[in-house]
């Protein structure tokens, strides 16, 4: 059974520095993705990652994939207010039985100013 | 707006009674998915349809729970018999074949 897991679950920084949201997942998985969520609202797609060694950045936020160690980064720099809300990494695996997302716990982030 | 649709946004309900979830994916999107998040966790994969075809349903669908789409377009949930340990935001999302899955913006069930 796939299993995703994230660390921390929570998380609270200043304004200005620099972190890094990590997931693991416990099996060979096809695509990783990173999604937003703000209190009582739904997902928002930040990131697709398909192969090992992407990397992708938008704005503050970059996210990087390494499949071989089955582990995905999500860094964020010089962090804003605007960046406090829960993100949660997802993976999912091609194949019949196993076209459905598997979501890690998430982490929630506040931003301090 | 083309994105995909939930209705209602928010149900209350007393235990016991049967509630219906409806969800309007992206239009040309064939493939619809409901999950559950209960709060403090991530989603949770409960069912997926291929068109009109139920491909997949997972452990946590007990059978109280029933989805169906019956003209590969709009999706109905429905719960019988709810339960407090219902109580979430159920989440369905579409995609074109096996691409990237677009989430709607959830129902939040609250069960007293």
């Known amino acids: 059974e796939l299993k995703v897991e994230q660390n921390p679950l929570f998380l609270s920084m200043q304004e200005g520095k620099n972190y890094t949201i990590y997931c693991n997942y416990s099996t060979t998985s096809d695509r990783l993705y990173w999604y937003r969520q703000d209190p009582g609202k739904s997902l928002e797609s930040l990131f697709v990652?398909?192969?090992?060694?992407a990397v992708k950045q938008e704005g503050r936020l970059m996210a990087s994939l390494d499949t071989k160690a089955r582990l995905s980064t999500l860094h964020i720099t010089a962090a804003v207010h605007d960046l406090s809300a829960t993100y949660f990494c997802a993976v999912d695996k091609l194949g019949f039985g196993n076209e459905k997302l598997t979501f890690g716990t998430g982490t929630r982030l506040t931003i301090i100013p | 707006d083309t994105g995909v649709s939930q209705d209602p946004r928010h149900k209350i309900t007393k235990r016991g009674q049967n509630v219906t979830f409806r969800c309007d994916p992206i239009?040309?999107?064939?493939?619809l998915y409901w999950y559950r998040q209960t709060l403090g966790q991530g989603p949770e994969f409960l069912t997926y349809?291929?068109?009109?075809?139920?491909?997949?349903k997972s452990r946590l669908l007990s059978d109280r729970f029933s989805a169906e789409r019956p003209k590969g377009s709009f999706s109905t949930l429905e719960i019988q018999r709810t339960e407090q340990g219902d109580s979430a935001m159920y989440l369905c999302a579409s995609s074109l074949k096996r691409n990237e899955q677009f989430f709607g913006p959830g129902t939040r069930l609250t069960v007293l």
């Open positions: 239009s040309e999107h064939n493939r």
């Open positions: 990652l398909l192969s090992n060694g």
């Open positions: 349809f291929q068109n009109e075809a139920q491909l997949e």
